[in-house]
Structure formats: structure tokens, C-alpha cells
């Protein structure tokens, strides 16, 4: 299904549905959140911002309509071609409203405040192996951090795909690169994960594919078996890259709303991600993601 517009946009730019109507503040946490790591707002005076973000081969741009609607426009690919890519960005064809509605927020009253505070909130699912590396530089990091490291890695070993845009490389052409030249990328010792990861993967072609197309308990069990992948990590590329919406990422924000909103203080995290999945149904990862953009407010993020 292409994007149905639903305005009359200028030329080049094409308008979300009408199901994809976040305000702007949910908007900046689906794109700046920690869902995602190549998005970057722009300020335009007098207007909202104007959101730049990278994914694949694809450079869009985001905006409000003077008359409200949001609507986007790729800076480098055939509207149709940037049509399919952005429906499946922003999983268009999901039915988010019915998802958050099975969400357990009649019996849960923090889950439902943070449902109220950020309507039209949605997962993204961004390329798999993106998602995987992304998220292997994320130990011990905030999100500003990450998103500097990548832009790094894009721009040194990334090619050109816009002008002064690099796209990610692929993890073939990590494969390419010492420890040495993604230590200057500023990856610290998530670089000997990231070098380790690369060689695993060029050794075993397919490997993410199968992992990404895998039930989530073998899904979770493959990425805990990669240098540098952990339980948290592993359920953020499964929920983030993959869609696999049962995976309950416990970072130490969920770990805080946990302890402080559900009394589960002095829990370990693999039981606090256990409690997750049972307690928040089949959609766990998507509460998770109101819970965690409620705990960030809270603390002035």
C-alpha cells in the first residue's frame, strides 16, 4: 500500500495519512528518542521543526504543513520508490490505534497516563542490520553519544548518497575495516564488538535474515550469541528492527519506572523483562516505549 495523501502539499512533498498524526512532541520522540539514531531536528523560525533522517539509502525530510497534517519528502529517491520505503519506515500499515487500545491501560493507571501524554506514539521498524549496529554502540552511552558515533562511521566509511549525506556501511563492508579504524569513529570498546560482529556475519551469510525472519525466543537467543549483545540489547534490535513486538528492552529507565511505578524494587532484569511480557500482553516492547518516554519527561530529557 503507498501513502495515501490526505492534503494538497507543495510540489515534492507528500502528506502522511491521516492515521499518522502525532503532535510534535511525540513526534520528537519517535524520531529522537532512542528508537533511532540518524534523525536531527532543524528549527525553522516562526515554524516547527523541520526533522532530517537517514536510513538504508533514503534522506527525508519531515515537516507540519502550514495547514497541520505532517508531510515528508525524500531528498534523493523517486517519490514512488521513497513512498514504499517510508510505509514501511513508520510501519504505516500497522494498526497502531487498535494496538495501543488492547494495551492493559484500564487496569493499569501509570500505563494509562503515559498513553495521554503521548498520543499517536508508534514504533519504527528500521532495517535489521542498521538496528543491530546501532544498538552495539549504545553500551554505556546516551542517545547524543550514539548518534555522533554512527555519524562518524557513515561519514568515514558510509557512501555518499546525498550531498553531504553518507549512508551507513553495510556489515560486508564493516567487515572491510581493522578495530583500529572503528576505535577512530569513536566507538571505544564497543569497536572490538562491532569488528567481532562483522567477521561473525561475513562468515555466516544469511545469518540476519534468518535471525530477523526467526520466532523472537530464537530471534533473542541468535543476537545473545554475538559479541557485545546482551538481553537489553537484544530485545531493542528485535523490537526497533525486526517488529517483534513481545520484546521488552529493560534499560535503566524501565528499570526506574519499574522499581518506582509497579513496587518491583531490588528485581533482576531478566525477571523485570519476564514481568514485562506477562504483565503488558503481546504488545510488551510497545507499553515499554510509553513508559519509557514518560520516565525521560519526567527527568527533564
Known sequence: MNVVETTTPPPGWTAFPDHFAPDDRTLAEILDGGQAF????????????????VWSDIVL??????????????R???PAEAARRVTRYFALETPWAAITDALPWRSDAHLARTVQAFPGLRLLRQPFGET??????????????????????????GALIAPGVHRLPTWAEL???????????????????????ARHLAAEPGWLEATEAAPYAEAHERLCALPG??????DCVLLFGAGKLEAFPVDVWIARTLAERYDLRDWKLPALARFGRVHFGAAA?????FLFAWERRAAGR
Not at 38 to 53: I, K, L
Open 38 to 53: 540518524r534523525w536531527r531536528g532543524s528549527p525553522v523560525p516562526g515554524q516547527p521543526t523541520r526533522w532530517t533522517g
Open 61 to 74: 525530510e519531515i515537516e507540519r504543513s502550514p495547514a497541520g497534517p505532517l508531510q515528508w519528502r525524500s
Open 76 to 78: 534523493n529517491l523517486p
Open 285 to 289: 516492547g510497545f507499553a515499554q516505549q
Open 229 to 234: 549483545v546482551g538481553e537489553k540489547v537484544a
Open 132 to 157: 543491530l549496529l546501532g544498538f552495539l554502540c549504545s553500551a554505556t552511552k546516551q542517545i547524543v553519544q550514539i548518534k555522533q558515533m554512527l555519524a562518524l562511521v557513515a561519514e568515514r566509511h
Open 175 to 197: 567487515a572491510t575495516l581493522s578495530e583500529a579504524d572503528l576505535r577512530r569513529c569513536q566507538l571505544g570498546f564497543r569497536a572490538r564488538y562491532v569488528h567481532a560482529t
